[in-house]
């Protein structure tokens, strides 16, 4: 504060609208979760105003009257005491009166009424401290008390803070639209497991033993076609690269059998966008050997037919596109771009006999290293995803997309160009040289995955309001508490006459470590209880790894609707059981400890998009779909049936690898019970061990071996 004592007036001005009420535009800003709630005015209550202040790491907090006849006092400083703050409200008078209590830089306030209305609103740390950790439940507790209580007050306030719609005694919430056509199909499942169980063991065991008998067959295909063995690495390093992008995108909402899928849909795109090219060159009157046609035409057509998955995706599952997170389209993307990749470079490596016996490349190949389809069009995705779910942070950001397609634009020119025996003109070879020339694309896909990690947890964070809480309590809070005291100190610093450009660079760099504490908190907090639960059993761990999924996809929906209805799946009561559970399960129903063990970091196993030297199939890949479908074409018409049919199944065994088997299970059989009967047991074994689903079967076994002191990560 400055020297002069600000007036009760000049406070009550910036925080509220009234009294007994926050004003909306203050609520708005930076993303404050508010909870009103009713609370005997006593010592517990100015002992939680001192906790939250704590929580911020602030060491004073700033206390005003907020009735009229009081403008002209002067606002307190109160140091973090409960006595002190206790004998100031106390000198007041004993006729209770509306007090405000806020953090020097008006980030966070509780307004105490004089009935036993109180309003806590700020940072998710602040509130916590104050109405206990189950936010959306105290929230609801408080609209059921407005409605089917006799006090216009509490109705008003419920009303005012969104508990409950606005202008509707009856309504508790307001109607969401219906359900996409992804919701049904997935509802249906959840109905057949629950009415047809002994159906739906039975399609588990054959899925899985389709699983394993295609990757078999995908194994001993190179046996009878020795053209065919690039298929086995080519699938292999599509797999890992997804692996290493979906691992680490932390705050991913979209199922890494979602990724596969896309995968798929992405390879079968080769085919088409060949005969797009084709068609387009030749109504240019080109041929598709011609320069332009393998440079203009083809990256155009193939940098943008990349990108019909997520159209797909916003045609079949338009309220699943609502509770997308900025990371999600970055997977979306490199997915899409991954099976492209896989196509184009499977139909060379089983042509490579085609190839150049000198060079060893094949007519049309790249003569250096492309970072590849899958960075490429995850580039473009990432920034898509920055734009989208950063809307709130301005229009801005929309220059993001147009950047990273001009760059990724202007890679694959330069290949395709080179591969052609041309260059790109003076001005192209400028700019792509000044970015790079191609090697900073993978660097870049890796910052901006980062980024959209960071923003996706920021805005996460902003919908406490209805999103159940993580077992216990948030882990390295000395981490969370420095970080909100540093914004809150420098904040209050930065003049409020500067030019606004310079006001918002400063505040950004003042927001940034509460960015970056928030992420690795949470990231932490969400590694530790998937932990623990994988120490109660491969169940229990299926069942928090799709918990921790589903809240971080309804936090998103209920941050980027912004008001507006928007469609839940699950339901805020079904994620709200599935919270309750996994806390029992994990033996934290119920209570809040203090994690005391952080996540190690993941690191990147190499570099995305990158492909180790030597592996069959990867040795000069074309980045032109016309050419890699002419050599395949070719090399089918020379094949003999049996080479035919050997590799129709491989790429069957490809397809079914990609698209069957690789959710986490739904079922897991107990132990005791395969080793009473395993013959009875076998299809239910089947049924979650499908060739993708190893992993996490893998995984359940580590977690049942892991130390007892496991289950003290997340303490009471």
């Known amino acids: 504060m400055e020297e002069q004592a600000m007036l009760a007036r000049d406070l009550v001005l910036r925080v509220c609208a009234g009294p007994t009420e926050f004003a909306p535009q203050w609520l708005r800003a930076r993303g404050k979760v508010t909870t009103p709630f009713v609370v005997p005015r006593d010592r517990n209550l100015i002992r939680g105003l001192v906790e939250a202040g704590r929580a911020l790491g602030v060491d004073r907090l700033l206390v005003c009257r907020t009735r009229a006849e009081y403008s002209y006092d002067p606002v307190t400083e109160v140091p973090l005491d409960t006595d002190t703050l206790i004998d100031l409200i106390r000198g007041w008078g004993p006729t209770p009166t509306d007090f405000l209590v806020c953090v020097e830089d008006f980030s966070a306030a509780v307004l105490v009424s004089a009935s036993e209305l109180t309003v806590a609103s700020g940072p998710i740390d602040f509130v916590r401290e104050i109405v206990g950790p189950d936010i959306p439940g105290v929230r609801a507790n408080f609209a059921t008390r407005a409605l089917d209580g006799n006090r216009p007050d509490l109705l008003r306030a419920a009303q005012h803070y969104n508990c409950v719609e606005p202008g509707a005694r009856h309504a508790r919430a307001p109607r969401s639209p219906g359900p996409d056509l992804a919701e049904r199909l997935a509802r249906r499942a959840e109905r057949a497991r629950g009415r047809s169980p002994g159906t739906v063991r039975f399609l588990r065991a054959l899925r899985g033993t389709w699983g394993w008998a295609m990757l078999g067959l995908l194994l001993l295909a190179p046996l009878a076609v020795p053209a065919l063995a690039a298929a086995p690495p080519a699938l292999f390093l599509t797999y890992l690269l997804l692996f290493q992008l979906a691992l680490l995108a932390r705050s991913r909402t979209v199922s890494f059998a979602t990724l596969l899928r896309v995968a798929a849909l992405g390879a079968l795109l080769l085919w088409p966008l060949a005969l797009a090219s084709s068609l387009v060159s030749g109504a240019l009157g080109w041929d598709t050997d011609d320069v332009l046609s393998q440079t203009y035409v083809a990256v155009t057509v193939e940098e943008a037919g990349k990108l019909l998955p997520l159209l797909l995706l916003v045609l079949l599952a338009r309220r699943r596109v609502r509770r997308l997170s900025a990371v999600d389209f970055l997977l979306l993307g490199a997915a899409s771009g991954a099976g492209f990749q896989l196509a184009e470079r499977l139909f060379v490596g089983i042509s490579a006999p085609l190839a150049d016996p000198v060079t060893g490349l094949v007519s049309g190949a790249a003569p250096e290293p492309y970072s590849g389809h899958a960075v490429a069009t995850g580039l473009i995705g990432a920034a ?26 202007l890679d694959h020119l330069d290949v395709n160009a080179r591969a052609a025996g041309a260059r790109l003109d003076a001005f192209s070879t400028f700019v792509h040289t000044l970015f790079g020339g191609g090697s900073l694309t993978p660097w870049l896909l890796l910052l901006a995955l980062l980024f959209a990690v960071a923003m996706d947890y920021r805005v996460i964070a902003t919908a406490a309001e209805t999103t159940p809480p993580l077992p216990g309590r948030t882990p390295l809070p000395g981490l969370r508490r420095w970080a909100h005291g540093r914004s809150v100190a420098l904040r209050v610093r930065i003049p409020a006459d500067i030019a606004p450009t310079f006001r918002r660079i400063a505040l950004s760099w003042v927001n940034l470590p509460v960015t970056l504490a928030t992420t690795v908190t949470t990231i932490a907090h969400e590694l530790a209880t998937a932990t623990m639960a994988a120490k109660q059993g491969p169940g229990a761990l299926g069942d928090a790894l799709r918990f921790l999924r589903w809240r971080r996809a309804n936090a998103m929906g209920e941050a980027r609707s912004r008001g507006r209805n928007w469609r839940r799946y699950p339901s805020e009561e079904e994620l709200a059981d599935s919270a309750r559970a996994l806390a029992r399960r994990i033996g934290l129903a119920g209570t809040g400890g203090i994690v005391v063990a952080a996540a190690a970091l993941l690191a990147l196993g190499s570099v995305p998009g990158a492909v180790p030297e030597g592996t069959p199939g990867y040795e000069g890949t074309p ?4 050419r890699a479908v002419e050599l395949i074409l070719g090399w089918l018409t020379a094949a003999d049936t049996a080479t035919l049919v050997w590799t129709a199944l491989a790429g069957l065994a490809v397809l079914s690898l990609l698209t069957m088997g690789n959710a986490v299970p739904h079922a897991h059989p107990r132990m005791g019970e395969f080793l009473r009967a395993p013959t009875a047991n076998t299809g239910a074994i089947l049924g979650m ?28």
Do not use: D, E, H, M
């Not at 898509?384 to 634009?409: E, K, M, Q």
């Not at 980045?623 to 016309?626: D, E, I, K």
């Not at 060739?691 to 007892?708: D, E, I, M, N, R």
């Open 623 to 626: 980045g032109y779909a016309v």
């Open 689 to 716: 061990l499908a060739p993708g689903q190893v992993g996490y079967a893998f995984l359940g076994l580590v977690g049942l071996l892991l130390p007892a002191r496991v289950n003290r990560l997340i303490r009471r």
């Open 384 to 409: 898509l995803g920055l734009a989208i779910v950063g809307r709130r942070y301005g229009g801005w950001l929309w220059l993001l997309p147009v950047l990273a397609t001009s760059l990724v634009f």
